[in-house]
């Protein structure tokens, strides 16, 4: 019992604080998720092969497929005899059955003879186009007809003609010109001969 005479004080009586226990909190295991990367969708292409061939290569591959596709095909091969006479320049047989319609003609492989020969003579380029019934073996692998230095082209016939005639007739026209260019003027002498029965000589 607490005497109030007393100096003593009171003993004050802390009330104890309940300590409450923190959660537990139960580690987790933390895992690196990557995000997911999505990539577009290609569509299938068809892949092409592409094959570069040089001149000689086209030109032989031509020739394989102009020949004949069994060896049968080959013995029953029948040979014709060459004429003495033919020339490297001549003309395929092939293009003989054109000749009363069209005028060929070999023109050096060079620009300014191509250049002339096409802008100022008319001519064209014996290819593919103009004669798809001849033989591949006939064409080089630019689709034109080649011997050597000289490339084959043609022309109707009738501007054949034409331009043929047409320095014939100009030089007859100078040569007309010229037999009356002297009349008239006062320094033709023309003298008369006694010997000649009084026939005029022009000098």
């Known amino acids: 019992m607490i005497n109030p005479l007393s100096d003593e004080q009171p003993e004050v009586v802390k009330p104890k604080k309940k300590h409450h226990a923190a959660p537990k909190v139960e580690a987790e295991e933390i895992v690196d998720v990557k995000p997911e990367i999505k990539q577009p969708v290609q569509a299938?292409?068809?892949?092409?092969?592409?094959?570069?061939?040089?001149?000689?290569d086209s030109m032989v591959m031509?020739?394989?497929?102009?020949?004949?596709?069994?060896?049968?095909?080959?013995?029953?091969?029948?040979?014709?005899?060459?004429?003495?006479?033919?020339?490297?320049?001549s003309l395929?047989?092939?293009?003989?059955?054109?000749?009363?319609k069209y005028a060929f003609c070999w023109i050096f492989k060079r620009k300014q003879a191509i250049d002339e020969a096409i802008d100022?003579?008319?001519?064209?380029?014996?290819?593919?186009?103009?004669?798809?019934?001849?033989?591949?073996?006939?064409?080089?692998?630019?689709?034109?007809?080649?011997?050597?230095?000289?490339?084959?082209?043609?022309?109707?016939?009738?501007?054949d003609e034409e331009?043929?005639?047409?320095?014939?007739i100009e030089s007859t026209d100078r040569i007309k010109a010229r037999t009356s260019a002297h009349e008239g003027d006062p320094s033709y002498y023309v003298p008369a001969s006694d010997e000649d029965g009084g026939k005029v000589v022009g000098v």
């Open 44 to 56: 299938e292409t068809a892949k092409q092969n592409i094959v570069i061939h040089s001149e000689l």
């Open 62 to 89: 031509d020739r394989l497929k102009s020949q004949p596709d069994t060896l049968q095909a080959i013995d029953a091969e029948v040979i014709e005899k060459k004429q003495p006479d033919k020339h490297r320049l």
């Open 92 to 100: 395929p047989d092939e293009l003989l059955s054109y000749t009363k």
């Open 120 to 159: 100022q003579l008319h001519y064209k380029l014996t290819n593919r186009t103009y004669f798809p019934e001849l033989p591949d073996h006939c064409f080089s692998a630019r689709s034109v007809i080649e011997r050597g230095d000289n490339i084959l082209m043609f022309r109707p016939k009738r501007i």
């Open 163 to 168: 331009m043929r005639k047409a320095p014939g």
